[in-house]
T-cell receptor, first 117, second 112 residues
Framework: SAVISQKPSRDICQRGTSLTIQCQVD?????MFWYRQQPGQSLTLIAT?????????ESGFVIDKFPISRPNLTFSTLTVSNMSPEDSSIYLC??????????????FGPGTRLTVT | GENVEQHPSTLSVQEGDSAVIKCTYS??????FPWYKQELGKRPQLIID?????GEKKDQRIAVTLNKTAKHFSLHITETQPEDSAVYFC???????????FGAGTTVTVRA
């Protein structure tokens, strides 16, 4: 499977500020996704990062709060904007394997642990 | 959208015994069912998956079964070991889609 890295691995931020999280893959992948995992909870899909077009957001998540970039097939960023303590979570990117079959198997990055004070 | 329910939320087993986690899904069209293992402080790892054209899949000590009629699937871990202690998540994905809907997770503790 692809090697996926995320930066930063963790951060402590003040409310009202923004943080951009990077996700890098060592090979080209068709699909990249961003998830949120609140403490002790399951994984919730924020959006699908589409290369060459705008991200597709899930219900409850909006572009103004979580802008996403996908400039190429190996890299994506997620920004958490105007943060509040409720945004404290682990943010994970995942990638879909480059196969013809749908749906894709997804593999996760190591995550970014965000604490908002 | 797809709704996945997972039971139990916690499971404690004696080392060497078997562990079974069950999930149900709502969308009868879903056709891909992965299982992830997440150890404390680490990323979720895909451990096994099954597609709707098969009823059972096995990989060493883990197996997954799928009952499409009843819309449920299960993870079976045999001869449990301390390193099997983790949170396990099931997920489901409908056809022609790539989104995964996750269950709430099961915390498995293997007692030595």
């Amino acid at each position: 499977s692809a090697v996926i890295s995320q930066k930063p691995s963790r951060d402590i931020c003040q409310r009202g500020t923004s943080l951009t999280i990077q996700c890098q893959v060592d090979s080209q992948v068709t699909m990249m996704f961003w998830y949120r995992q609140q403490p002790g909870q399951s994984l919730t899909l924020i959006a699908t990062a589409n290369q060459g077009s705008e991200a597709t957001y899930e219900s409850g998540f909006v572009i103004d709060k979580f802008p996403i970039s996908r400039p190429n097939l190996t890299f994506s960023t997620l920004t958490v904007s105007n943060m509040s303590p409720e945004d404290s979570s682990i943010y994970l990117c995942s990638v879909g394997t480059p196969r013809d079959r749908v749906p894709y198997e997804q593999y996760f990055g190591p995550g970014t642990r965000l604490t908002v004070t | 959208g797809e709704n996945v329910e997972q039971h139990p939320s916690t499971l404690s087993v004696q080392e060497g015994d078997s562990a079974v986690i069950k999930c149900t899904y709502s969308d009868s069209a879903s056709n891909y069912f992965p299982w992830y293992k997440q150890e404390l402080g680490k990323r979720p790892q895909l451990i096994i998956d099954i597609r709707s054209n098969v009823g059972e899949k096995k990989d060493q000590r883990i197996a997954v079964t799928l009952n499409k009629t009843a819309k449920h699937f299960s993870l079976h871990i045999t001869e449990t070991q301390p390193e099997d202690s983790a949170v396990y998540f099931c997920a489901a994905s409908p056809p022609n889609d790539y989104k995964l809907s996750f269950g709430a997770g099961t915390t498995v503790t293997v007692r030595a």
